[in-house]
Structures are given as C-alpha cells and as structure tokens.
C-alpha cells in the first residue's frame, strides 16, 4: 500500500497558518490513488479534513469538511510526490493529530470515513494557542 510520512506540525497562535506535508511513496500509483488528511481532537474520533483524488476519472478533485471549508486547502506537489494541506485561520479548535492516509481505487463509502483508507501516516501534532 505504499508508505505516508507526514510533517509540518508545530505550535501556532490563533489566527495562524500552517502548512502540513504527506509524502507518499506511492504517489505515482496515479490511477487510482487518493489521498485525505484526518485529525484527532483531544477527546474525539478521528474524522476527515479533506481529500484529493490524485488519479481515476476524478483527478484533481478535492473535497473538504464543513468545519474547515475555506480555511485549508489540499494540493498535491507532482514534484516533491507529497499532498499538502495549507491551514490558515487556525483556532485552538484546531488542536490535534493531523495524519494522513491513502487509498487505492474508487470509495466505497463517504471519503471522510477511516475505514475507507488502507494506509495512514504516523500523524504530526498540531497545537495552536489563543
């Protein structure tokens, strides 16, 4: 399944900006390969950020939750093979573990689920102050 290793975590204050990587040793798997970032509250399940379709007949499409529409941004760097997620606007809301996780071929299910994924980074700490 290929392996995730994430980076760019750290400490912030509010109203900040963090800019989180996933490297991902399968990148060029293009066919089939998407990539999503999740986090975990303190306290809270895992649940899904956002989403990038690097291959299949959505390539290049993007899907984010409610609560950070707006605010993040995921793009895929063909270059350096890695998906990144731009978080700015940051609040102490946003505090957690931000991992993130591949699949090969189509959801099965909604994007934002974890069991949809079969591979997941280690996660990196995100923490922001106010």
């Known amino acids: 399944q290929g392996q995730l290793e994430e980076s760019g975590g750290g400490s912030v204050q509010a109203g900040g900006s963090l800019r989180l990587s996933c490297k991902d040793s399968?990148?060029?798997?293009?066919?089939?390969?998407?990539i999503a970032w999740f986090r975990e509250l303190p306290g809270k399940e895992r649940e899904g950020v956002a989403v990038i379709h690097i291959g299949g007949e959505n390539v290049g499409r993007t899907d984010y939750a409610d609560y950070v529409q707006g605010r993040f941004a995921i793009s895929q760097d063909a270059i350096d093979k890695s998906v990144n997620l731009l978080m700015t606007n940051l609040s102490p809301q946003d505090t957690g573990t931000y991992y993130c996780?591949?699949?090969?071929?189509?959801?099965?299910?909604?994007?934002?689920?974890?069991?949809?994924?079969?591979?997941w980074g280690q996660g990196t700490q995100v923490t922001v102050s106010s």
């Open positions: 996780a591949a699949r090969l071929g189509r959801f099965s299910g909604a994007w934002y689920r974890p069991d949809q994924y079969s591979s």
């Open positions: 399968r990148f060029y798997d293009r066919n089939t390969r998407r």
